[in-house]
């Protein structure tokens, strides 16, 4: 998203939570397959 000038602090903390939130799924994907590509190699 591009930032309008001036930015809203609402708006923009809003963004800021937003991305956070996207960014954690993203990485809790990320572990949780690199645990299942660990058990499989392992033969758990």
């Known amino acids: 998203d591009l930032l309008e000038k001036p ?3 609402d708006t923009l903390t809003e963004k800021i939570k937003d991305a956070q939130t996207k ?3 993203l990485v809790e994907k990320k572990n949780e397959q690199a645990i299942r590509d ?3 190699s392992k033969g758990w």
């Open 7 to 9: 930015a809203d602090l």
């Open 23 to 25: 960014k954690m799924v």
């Open 38 to 40: 660990i058990i499989a």
